[in-house]
């Protein structure tokens, strides 16, 4: 049974371990991490930007390091939130990488994850938000914030349907029962 309290934010990295680390202080300021388990993927770095992602997260914090064989054999020994960091041998690639973290998060019975860039920066708390929306609606699988750029900009994914959108999903996904729909919260 997944535990619905406890919620892993999976952040990647690679060879960007001052930007990373600047994105978990951000986090620690702006929201709740009592709620957080945080899951940062270290996708092969480099071996200096290992050494100071490792020393940044220990200035924040105890945090547990594994390795990737590590995934399948890692219990969390007591019911308290932990910060872990996954160091993997090789860069695996964006997807790859956070599947790896979203590995782990489902291991520790987490039954929702949140997938964030360590190059975002977060004015107001949106866990609870983005919490509050997937348990309202029961067909979602996969939610996300309106995100704006540094001028203001919105950035997608967005509302703006496409010909696509009007013509050829109708055509060859409604009529299999299937409905798509836009919106932000």
Not at 25 to 33: K, R, Y
Not at 75 to 98: E, P, Q
């Amino acid at each position: 049974m997944r535990d619905e309290t406890k919620i892993a934010m999976v952040v990647l990295n690679w060879n960007r371990a001052d930007l990373t680390i600047s994105f978990l202080h951000n986090i620690l300021e702006v929201e709740d991490t009592n709620k957080l388990l945080t899951i940062l993927v270290d996708n092969g770095s480099e071996a200096s930007e290992k050494q100071r992602l490792l020393e940044g997260v220990e200035s924040i914090g105890k945090f547990t390091v594994l390795g990737e064989n590590d995934i399948n054999t890692y219990r969390n020994s007591d019911d308290g939130i932990k910060n872990i960091l996954l160091s993997l041998d090789n860069n695996y690639g964006y997807a790859k990488g956070n599947n790896f973290g979203l590995k782990l998060a489902f291991e520790l019975g987490c039954k929702y994850a949140v997938i964030s860039n360590n190059d975002v920066m977060l004015e107001i708390p949106v866990i609870d938000q983005l919490l509050q929306c997937i348990k309202m609606s029961e067909n979602a699988a996969v939610i996300g914030p309106k995100i704006l750029g540094i001028h203001n900009e919105q950035q997608g994914p967005y509302e703006r349907l496409t010909l696509y959108d009007y013509f050829f999903y109708p055509v060859f996904f409604l009529s299999h029962g299937w409905s798509i729909r836009y919106g932000e919260w």
